[in-house]
């Protein structure tokens, strides 16, 4: 498989459910990231991994918690989320040049 | 801070037509510039990426310049189609791995 994957492709959960998304790149690219993008909105920069190391957190609330085992994989574990959460999650990687997407994760927080 | 903007945000053309996206920067220290296509609830595609000594990029019907010094790009749409219906998004690479996105220009291409 190539590019970016992103698992599972649509969540569903409420507000008190724990649960993890997913991303592989199999570019062979040193650094990744989370985007959210909600309706209306332009896309918003979440973490930033580079060699597995977090360089970037916009501010993001420590219900969204990022976990990069290897320059290979991101994770984004979630935890009692609100309702305004609900938006399509993005993961990209890069290296040295632009981004590759990976298709999202569909989020919908009840 | 880098900020990115993108006119018109909706565009409505009849098939055939040549159009022009366009996208500007405020700070001209960039490394690069990428524009994407993305599909309703779909991720990006990656469509061009110029280099900051570059002043265009070309592939197929799809043409983007770059004028770093004016903080300006523009993505041009030759003979559009109505596949081209999506939105495009610009975005600008500063040193380092931060990327700024613009927010969009909806373009939709009436049969």
């Known amino acids: 498989e190539t590019g970016v994957t992103q698992t599972p492709r649509h969540l569903v959960m409420g507000m008190t459910n724990k649960k993890s998304l997913k991303c592989e790149q199999h570019?062979?690219?040193?650094?990744m990231y989370w985007y959210k993008q909600s309706a209306k909105k332009p896309l918003e920069l979440m973490f930033v991994?580079?060699?597995?190391?977090?360089?970037e957190n916009n501010s993001v609330p420590s219900r969204f918690s990022p976990e990069c085992p290897n320059s290979s994989h991101l994770f984004l574990h979630l935890h009692t989320l609100q309702p305004e959460d609900s938006a399509l999650y993005l993961c990209a990687s890069s290296q040295g040049g632009g981004q590759f997407f990976g298709p999202g994760t569909r989020l919908t927080v009840l | 801070k880098q900020e990115v903007t993108q006119i018109p945000a909706a565009l409505s053309v009849p098939e055939g037509e040549n159009l022009v996206l366009n996208c500007s920067f405020t700070d001209s220290a960039i490394y690069n510039l990428q524009w994407f296509r993305q599909d309703p609830g779909k991720g990006l595609t990656s469509l061009l990426l110029?280099?900051?000594?570059?002043r265009e990029q070309t592939s197929g019907r799809l043409n983007a310049s770059l004028d770093k010094s004016s903080g300006r790009s523009t993505l041009y749409i030759a003979a559009s189609q109505p596949g081209d219906s999506a939105t495009y998004l610009c975005?600008?690479?500063?040193?380092?791995?931060?990327?700024?996105f613009g927010t969009g220009t909806s373009l939709t291409v009436i049969p």
């Open positions: 110029i280099q900051s000594s570059q």
């Open positions: 991994y580079n060699f597995k190391e977090q360089t």
């Open positions: 975005a600008v690479r500063n040193t380092g791995n931060q990327f700024y």
């Open positions: 570019l062979g690219h040193n650094a």
